[in-house]
């Protein structure tokens, strides 16, 4: 599959990149790892006239510490965050969210930006021209019908990142900056749940930088991911979870899961289910039903959505036995 | 719009004219003629087109030759010579982990940015550095014994 032609521009500061993508929006995209961009363009899904390479800008590459919390520079590689003393220390759960990600290869190449404004995905939109053309458009490309959800008049294509269940669940956010200025959003406040527009980043803006407070003492996490092989495959549902237990009783529990939807979600009930109270079979129970209930997927890639909600309980279920 | 730029694969400087959308891939095989570097999938699924950039593993399919510009580029063509086999490579011969050699470049690339790293790796890390490369002839025991026996005897 050959590329259709774009200028590649290689900014070295991050107020470049703000004026080249004020000065050309939506003709231009973002280029770090590539992993996502390049197979989004061979397929024909879309055709920017100018990529913009981050990996040169000062400042994306870094991670510092910052009193209580990690700052991580976007164009940070997958296999650099993995190895951070700093990652693995202040952050393990990002670090094994990290790990998991795609294979060896991809998190080389792969950032966290990257992986954090990873594309949704679609069996009926991941294919060349030729093979959509033999079908109506679909709301994602801009069409007027959805061919996994017939009748839907939204989008239901997939998020599968795994990152952002980890950095939900540390409770992360990240600063968004353009020509117009920076914005800092929650990432439960960044992500949409809609297949066609996944989050609410405007054309003329890049994400500089993921702002992930510290586990603190205490706090145990785990980053369970089911797929299918054990190495390249997006997950099919992917939960993250930081629990701390203190005497018996459980003084946070924070639960994010991706791929069972258009967004990452939070299991906000099944946190309500154990903040404050025992860790025990039974509240681990009510709380792995409490995320099955919230999940909602339609997309029946791979396994149906019920199976795919029905793996929702069984990985919270086991996120939680193991970190309780 | 052709641009000049230089790629360093192997050691060996090459000067040569691209276009912006060209890949690595496509300007190692096609123009500058290391078709030990295969194309497959060419979406970064399959590992076959992987390479060495800078001591880790990466995808040609998914890099832009401009990209590549300022790093050293290893290829599968970079190990041993027309007589003497690079040591993992005589170690896949010997193991029996080559049956229609497609995986094969990018599978003794992988393992060998795995050896330069860490020279004695337990299964689980080889199990992972070769997890971006797909086999569907030897069902990857046997390349694994050979990346094992490889790293045992000392030889990167």
């Known amino acids: 599959m050959r590329l259709a032609k774009f200028e590649h521009l290689a900014p070295i500061s991050l107020a470049e990149v703000c004026s080249v993508l004020a000065e050309h929006g939506d003709a231009a995209r973002i280029i770090a790892g590539g992993t996502d961009i390049l197979v989004q363009m061979k397929h024909g899904l879309i055709e920017p006239r100018y990529l913009v390479d981050i990996k040169n800008v000062g400042g994306l590459g870094a991670i510092t510490v910052d009193e209580a919390s990690l700052r991580i520079g976007a164009a940070v590689t997958l296999t650099d965050l993995q190895r951070s003393r700093e990652v693995r220390e202040r952050a393990p759960l990002l670090a094994e969210a990290a790990a998991a990600v795609g294979a060896t290869q991809l998190q080389n190449m792969g950032t966290l930006g990257g992986n954090i404004c990873l594309d949704t995905r679609c069996w009926y939109y991941q294919q060349t021209p030729s093979w959509r053309a033999a079908r109506r458009t679909c709301l994602k490309m801009g069409g007027e019908v959805c061919h996994m959800a017939t009748g839907s008049e939204r989008c239901y294509a997939l998020y599968s990142g795994d990152t952002a269940a980890a950095l939900l669940a540390l409770g992360a956010s990240v600063r968004l900056a353009s020509s117009r200025g920076e914005r800092t959003v929650a990432l439960g406040d960044f992500f949409v749940d809609d297949g066609r527009n996944p989050n609410i980043m405007e054309p003329d803006e890049l994400l500089a930088e993921v702002i992930v407070p510290a586990q603190a003492e205490g706090q145990r996490s785990s980053y369970l991911k089911f797929r299918r092989r054990e190495a390249i495959d997006f997950p099919i549902v992917g939960v993250a979870a930081l629990v701390a237990v203190e005497d018996g009783v459980c003084r946070l529990a924070r639960i994010a899961v991706t791929g069972a939807g258009s967004a990452p979600f939070v299991a906000v009930e099944s946190q309500k289910i154990l903040d404050g109270n025992e860790i025990t079979e039974g509240s681990i129970e009510e709380a792995a039903e409490a995320a099955y209930r919230q999940a909602k997927p339609v997309s029946r890639m791979e396994v149906s959505a019920a199976y795919r909600k029905r793996l929702v309980k069984v990985l919270v279920k086991d996120a939680l036995s193991k970190l309780g | ?156």
């Open chain 2, 1 to 156: 719009m052709k641009q000049l730029i230089e790629l360093r694969i192997n050691g060996i400087d090459h000067e040569i004219a691209v276009e912006p959308q060209d890949t690595l891939l496509e300007v190692l095989r096609e123009r500058l003629g290391y078709t030990g570097t295969k194309r497959a999938c060419d979406v970064g699924d399959c590992g076959t087109c992987t390479v060495i950039v800078n001591g880790r593993t990466a995808l040609s399919c998914l890099m832009l030759a401009v990209e590549a510009v300022g790093k050293e580029i290893v290829t599968i063509e970079g190990l041993g010579t027309g007589d003497k086999l690079h040591p993992i490579q005589q170690a896949f011969v010997d193991y029996g982990a080559i049956q229609c050699g497609f995986c094969s470049p990018g599978m003794i690339l992988a393992a060998k940015s795995l050896l330069d790293e860490d020279p004695s790796p337990g299964r689980e890390e080889i199990r992972k550095a070769i997890g971006g490369n797909l086999c569907r002839c030897t069902g990857y025991a046997k390349i694994v014994e050979a990346i094992e026996a490889a790293a045992e005897h000392g030889n990167k």
